[in-house]
């Protein structure tokens, strides 16, 4: 019975609610990371570690509440924090001490952090920072790095999956796009260049870590380089730590470098599970929001309303997620099982004379399937000597069945065989998930989708 096949017949459930989806949502899905052949797994409910498909079936998760899990599902603090301000209140209208709270805490762990202004998600907090530093520079072009990514906002879509060229992505107007002046990461020539020959450049962004948590790892003398060049000019240095923040270390990765930029954008860890987003960063820059210091300055104010900016839920879940994370070892136990975990699925590639790779940093992973057929060997690859767009360059229909291979075998990657490790993973489920890679390789093989 082929990989497809075994998947439906395990999922069956999962098929009549995407039948059902179908009639209710473009193409039958909520974000596009979900989009999988023949259909999306329909998840019911998780634990720690772990989750539950519609059909019952148990799951080892790496897709981690899309990076937003570090704490793992259903942590008792989160719950109990949650369960209390809904009994007080969903939405109160009003400012709260729980958003003071939030605040505070995201103050007191992240170094750039002087003020802090709360979105409802990271695509709106990379949308906010972009016009705060327009604002402050009086510019309105910004760099930007090949593949990284920053939100679906009109502003930052060209480069990341599509129109790499700089060119406008359907919907996007081309007067738009052509404000983004795009570099390949890591290029300080390019940078100098841009910042020779354009005026009006109102910011730098990029993720510290590299594209998609490090699928295109950057060298974090990068980071030094911007922090320098930028210092002495009218630009604001933007650091996307909506993935990293709280994650790579309690501090994000601007503290685990030490490089401190101007701005930075913070999702997913941020609100312990729940919706919610923010700018940190310098108080000059952040009063463009405050009603007292623009009309002191005599300046226009940047407007910025959203009605669930700083939700009471969201602060409750956040604050309990960040003071676990400021009060344990969390980042680190994950850090840790993430460089287990890599090394056990490059051990599985090299047992079974495959030439692809795991890689990564901190407590994320990537597979690289070696689309140019290098001589690779798993346990000693290098990921810092592949090109950026051959590292994440992804052929969908084998990746597809290597994901369905895997939740046949209990785990759950993302359709990038790409994966966000917790705090809870432990031995137990890095040993199980080794052997589920295994036998998904056992199953690859024998439908000649890799040579046996």
């Not at 939405?91 to 709270?101: D, F, M, P, T, V």
């Not at 790499?164 to 404000?179: D, H, L, R, T």
């Amino acid at each position: 019975m082929s990989i497809v096949e075994q998947f439906k017949n395990r999922t069956p459930k999962s098929r009549r609610l995407f039948g059902r989806a179908v009639g209710a949502l473009p193409g039958g899905l909520t974000h596009d990371l979900r989009h999988q052949h023949p259909y999306p797994l329909y998840v019911s409910h998780g634990e720690g570690p772990r989750k539950w498909d519609a059909d019952g079936n148990e799951y080892i998760d790496y897709h981690g509440g899309h990076g937003a899990l570090l704490l793992g599902h259903g942590r008792p603090e989160i719950v109990a924090a949650v369960r209390r301000q809904a009994a007080r209140g969903t939405h109160l209208g009003g400012s709260h001490e729980q958003e003071l709270r939030w605040a505070e805490l995201v103050t007191d762990l992240i170094p750039s952090a002087e003020k802090v202004r709360f979105t409802a998600s990271g695509t709106e907090a990379a949308m906010l920072a972009l016009r705060l530093a327009r604002a402050h520079t009086g510019g309105s072009k910004f760099i930007r790095f090949r593949g990284h990514f920053h939100g679906w906002y009109d502003q930052f879509v060209a480069g990341y999956v599509s129109r790499f060229e700089g060119a406008a992505p359907a919907g996007v107007p081309p007067e738009v796009a052509s404000a983004a002046l795009i570099a390949d990461p890591g290029d300080e020539d390019a940078v100098l260049r841009f910042m020779d020959a354009e005026a009006g450049i109102a910011a730098i962004i990029l993720e510290p870590t590299g594209a998609h948590f490090g699928a295109g790892p950057l060298d974090p003398s990068f980071l030094s380089f911007l922090r320098d060049v930028v210092t002495d000019s009218n630009i604001v240095l933007i650091f996307d730590e909506v993935v990293t923040g709280f994650r790579v270390s309690p501090g994000g990765a601007q503290a685990h470098y030490g490089v401190t930029p101007d701005l930075t954008t913070l999702g997913k860890v941020l609100g312990g599970g729940l919706g919610g987003g923010a700018v940190a960063g310098r108080a000059d820059i952040l009063s463009h929001l405050d009603f007292e210091a623009a009309a002191k300055a005599g300046r226009e104010k940047i407007g910025h309303p959203g009605t669930h900016n700083g939700n009471p839920l969201s602060a409750a879940a956040g604050i309990a997620a960040l003071e676990i994370v400021a009060g344990t070892d969390a980042c680190e136990r994950a850090n840790s099982s993430g460089e287990a975990l890599r090394r056990m699925l490059n051990q599985v590639l090299t047992d079974e004379k495959v030439p692809w790779s795991v890689y990564g940093e901190f407590s994320g992973f990537n597979l690289f399937t070696n689309p140019g057929n290098r001589q690779v060997l798993p346990l000693e690859f290098d990921p810092a000597r592949i090109d950026p767009s051959e590292l994440t360059g992804i052929d969908p229909e084998l990746l597809g069945l290597v994901r369905l291979a895997m939740l046949i075998n209990g785990v759950d990657v993302t359709p990038r065989f790409s994966g966000w490790i917790s705090a809870v993973h432990g031995d137990r489920d890095l040993r199980q998930t080794a052997e589920a890679f295994q036998r998904t390789i056992g199953m690859l093989k024998k439908e000649s989708v890799i040579e046996a």
